[in-house]
């Protein structure tokens, strides 16, 4: 076989064309659908061909990029909570060196002892 010529592709074909997987992509990052699941229901409910989850999940992966992770809780700052920053900012804003090493910093690392909890 010459060097040049190029290799057969093995496998089935594709079920989703390059248009179907970004409509995936925008689908998700659209907020249209949050998991791979429900991006499968609204993409079987467009095509005229069923795709199963695993599909979509690799089409998110391969070309939007998109990984499953598990969602970030962060509480809403409210003015209240800014003035409060600000109010501690300011009565702390004259302290020596001295006095910031008297201060234990902590920031809330999970740590498991006994292997993990599948969490990350």
């Not at 040049?4 to 592709?9: E, I, S, Y």
């Not at 999940?57 to 209240?80: C, E, F, H, T, W």
Request: hydrophobic share 35%; proline share 2%; charged share 30%.
């Amino acid at each position: 076989m010459h060097s040049g010529t190029p290799k057969a592709k093995s496998g089935a074909p594709n079920k989703l064309s390059l248009q179907s997987k970004n409509y995936a992509v925008s689908l998700v990052k659209r907020d249209h659908a949050n998991t791979a699941v429900e991006a499968a229901k609204l993409l079987n409910n467009s095509l005229e061909k069923s795709v199963s989850v695993e599909t979509v999940r690799r089409a998110l992966r391969d070309v939007g990029n998109l990984v499953a992770k598990k969602k970030i809780k962060k509480p809403l700052l409210k003015s209240a909570h800014r003035l409060n920053r600000l109010k501690w900012a300011l009565e702390h804003r004259d302290w020596t060196i001295d006095d910031w090493k008297s201060v234990i910093w902590s920031d809330e690392t999970k740590i498991c002892r006994f292997g993990s909890d599948g969490m990350e």
